[in-house]
């Protein structure tokens, strides 16, 4: 396999203040054209991780690398011209239509004096339409659902045209139709070359993704191919409960957590 585009080794993250890291030693490699999803239970440090490979949180040990250069050498536009970044929630500028915040994607393309151009506002339109969202342009960000929020600012990272994105539960409050739309797009922009790192709840996520997988658990992480690495002892490891992949009718593996039974 080429070099990754990004890269990092031995990382580890402790809160100011923080009495144990949040994790250490972690390896993680994101190479061009291929799907990492990042999975694991609530608090175990996926958001945490996803910030330091955007150069948004400093690493106490270790250093994300982009084609061999640290991001701490980066200024922002030099860093959002390499790697975008969707955060799980975001405080909006309510006011702004759905196009305007799309368009806030292109500003590592513009100096702090240019207006967007023509070019900045197709990229944005294709971001909307490539979402299936287009019918949103001109709404404003407020009138909006949580989940056509969440759609709007993948939309928005998309537009940045980064060589790596990064997602943070990019299908978080989406309904199932939405979670496809996301998962193909995501699958369309490894193909297309881009490195996509995102973090889910739901293991059938990355076997639906293909790629790579880094499972997150209290006590270790393990990562590789996502269909060798994903299997019912893993998951079960990392999630404290039974779950099975089954095979469904079309051929898919997907995991199955079990949920109990109605008394
Ligand atoms: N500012 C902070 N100070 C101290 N600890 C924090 C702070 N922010 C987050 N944490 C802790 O860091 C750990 C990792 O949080 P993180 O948000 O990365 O987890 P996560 O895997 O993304 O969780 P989730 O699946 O619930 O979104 C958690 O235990 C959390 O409580």
């Not at 045209?161 to 979670?179: F, I, Y």
């Not at 922009?189 to 997988?213: N, Q, R």
Request: overall charge neutral; some cysteine; charged content about 20%.
């Amino acid at each position: 396999m080429s070099a990754p585009l990004l890269a990092a080794q031995g990382l580890a993250f402790t809160h100011p203040g923080g009495r144990r890291p949040v994790f250490e030693g972690l390896d993680v490699a994101m190479h061009a054209g291929r799907v990492l999803t990042i999975l694991g239970p609530n608090g175990v440090g996926k958001s945490t991780l996803l910030r330091c490979l955007a150069g948004l949180a400093r690493p106490s040990t270790g250093t994300a690398l982009f084609e061999g250069t640290s991001l701490q050498v980066l200024n922002d536009a030099q860093r959002a011209r390499r790697i975008a970044f969707m955060a799980q929630s975001a405080v909006e500028a309510f006011s702004f239509t759905v196009t305007d915040i799309v368009l806030t994607g292109r500003a590592a393309h513009l100096t702090l004096f240019d207006r967007p151009r023509a070019a900045d506002r197709e990229s944005a339109a294709r971001a909307l339409q490539r979402l299936g969202i287009a019918h949103l342009a001109h709404r404003p960000m407020q009138a909006l659902s949580g989940g056509e929020q969440q759609m709007v600012r993948m939309a928005r990272a998309l537009a940045q045209n980064s060589p790596v994105l990064l997602l943070d539960e990019p299908t978080a409050h989406l309904d199932l139709a939405n979670q496809r739309q996301v998962l193909d797009t995501v699958r369309s922009l490894a193909a297309e070359g881009f490195a996509v790192g995102m973090s889910s709840h739901d293991p059938s996520h990355a076997l639906a993704c293909g790629g790579d997988v880094l499972v997150l658990g209290h006590t270790r992480a393990v990562a590789g191919p996502a269909d060798e690495v994903i299997t019912p002892a893993l998951l079960r490891e990392a999630y404290g409960l039974p779950i099975d992949i089954l095979r469904t009718p079309l051929g898919r593996d997907v995991a199955v957590p079990d949920f109990g039974m109605p008394h």
